[in-house]
């Protein structure tokens, strides 16, 4: 009988642990909410553009982008992507805002476009003030509205050293600038995106944490000289189980739209205006992301270093870092 009891007892301890196993990992995973509207594929459309400033003084911004979006529309696109800071400075609401919102209704269209905001409250100014704006990119709706916006999460900086890094002193670039906490996923009418913005790229978690949140497009806006890396992009459409699509604008390359898994089927080699648009097959993509084993087999507990700050330059004692020379 004692033998009996201490099996029933330690029956009862394994099942136990079992439960509050089961229970902590339930606790510890994050669901993801399923689509509520969805289509099996969408049409993309990237254009690589820059505003001159000669057209800014009879117009605006987004007068520049109306042929694309009269032209997106008679492509029947259902997203239509532009570069980082092509809207210049705006408010939400304000005139600007909603002409672009306006013209994104008009024309039927998905719209996504990168400018300066400024935040309530705040008025513009030349240099701007610390911490009064932010780099953000805009997502509107064929309805009209403003349903998402990603503000840039890493500041650039330190363009004058051959590193990008550090930042000179009393330099007025995005340094100063509010930054965005997190990686942005919006929900459209085909399905759900995500956004991040030119130098959040080099940070590879701003490509994988949307798509954990189930983003199945992630959409990569920026604004700078050179051809964005295609590596990069491929990367991450293999590594995230999504298709990529990046603008640049015109000073530059390197627009594209790439097709999971990793396959760029648009790209834009050279400087310069261009329009490109695919159509993204959305039902492959969904059926390898529910069987994704990378996505199953995720051990996050084993990956709790990446959230610590680490000083990896600290290696090395020995070499002198960077410094701007003195000026005279």
């Given amino acids: 009988?004692?033998?009996?009891?201490?099996?029933?007892?330690?029956?009862?301890?394994?099942?136990?642990?079992?439960?509050?196993?089961?229970?902590?990992?339930?606790?510890?995973?994050?669901?993801?909410?399923?689509?509520?509207?969805?289509?099996?594929?969408?049409?993309?459309?990237?254009?690589?553009?820059?505003?001159?400033?000669?057209?800014?003084?009879?117009?605006?911004?987004?007068?520049?982008?109306?042929?694309?979006?009269?032209?997106?529309?008679?492509?029947?696109?259902?997203?239509?992507?532009?570069?980082?800071?092509?809207?210049?400075?705006?408010?939400?609401?304000?005139?600007?805002?909603?002409?672009?919102?306006?013209?994104?209704?008009?024309?039927?269209?998905?719209?996504?476009?990168?400018?300066?905001?400024?935040?309530?409250?705040?008025?513009?100014?030349?240099?701007?003030?610390?911490?009064?704006?932010?780099?953000?990119?805009?997502?509107v709706s064929r309805e009209g509205k403003i349903v998402g916006k990603h503000r840039k999460m890493h500041p650039a900086c330190g363009a004058k050293s051959p590193y990008d890094w550090p930042p000179e002193d009393n330099e007025v670039s995005e340094i100063l600038m509010k930054l965005g906490e997190e990686p942005t996923v919006v929900?459209?009418?085909?399905?759900?995106?995500?956004?991040?913005?030119?130098?959040?790229?080099?940070?590879?978690?701003?490509?994988?944490?949307?798509?954990?949140?189930?983003?199945?497009?992630?959409?990569?806006?920026?604004?700078?000289?050179?051809?964005?890396?295609?590596?990069?992009?491929?990367t991450a459409s293999f590594m995230t189980c999504t298709h990529v699509v990046a603008t640049n604008q015109s000073m530059g390359a390197g627009t594209m739209i790439c097709a999971y898994p990793a396959n760029i089927v648009e790209n834009v080699t050279k400087p310069g205006e261009a329009y490109i648009s695919s159509t993204l097959d959305l039902q492959f993509l969904r059926d390898q992301r529910k069987n994704n084993r990378m996505f199953h087999q995720r051990r996050p507990n084993a990956y709790k270093d990446l959230v610590k700050e680490w000083e990896p330059w600290e290696a090395y004692p020995f070499i002198e870092p960077f410094r701007y020379p003195e000026s005279e």
């Fill in 187 to 234: 929900d459209l009418d085909f399905g759900r995106i995500g956004l991040l913005t030119c130098y959040d790229g080099y940070f590879f978690p701003t490509f994988e944490i949307p798509s954990l949140k189930g983003a199945e497009i992630l959409v990569w806006i920026n604004g700078r000289g050179g051809a964005i890396e295609d590596y990069i992009v491929k």
């Fill in 1 to 139: 009988m004692m033998r009996k009891t201490i099996l029933e007892k330690f029956g009862f301890s394994v099942g136990c642990s079992i439960l509050m196993g089961v229970f902590c990992l339930a606790a510890m995973s994050e669901s993801v909410p399923p689509l509520e509207e969805y289509k099996d594929s969408v049409k993309i459309a990237a254009v690589q553009m820059v505003i001159e400033e000669e057209f800014l003084q009879e117009h605006d911004s987004v007068d520049a982008l109306i042929p694309y979006v009269e032209r997106a529309q008679q492509d029947q696109v259902d997203l239509l992507v532009f570069p980082e800071y092509l809207l210049g400075n705006f408010k939400i609401p304000d005139p600007l805002t909603d002409k672009l919102c306006a013209e994104a209704n008009k024309h039927n269209l998905n719209v996504i476009v990168g400018g300066w905001e400024y935040l309530p409250g705040e008025e513009f100014s030349h240099p701007p003030k610390e911490g009064t704006f932010s780099n953000t990119g805009l997502v």
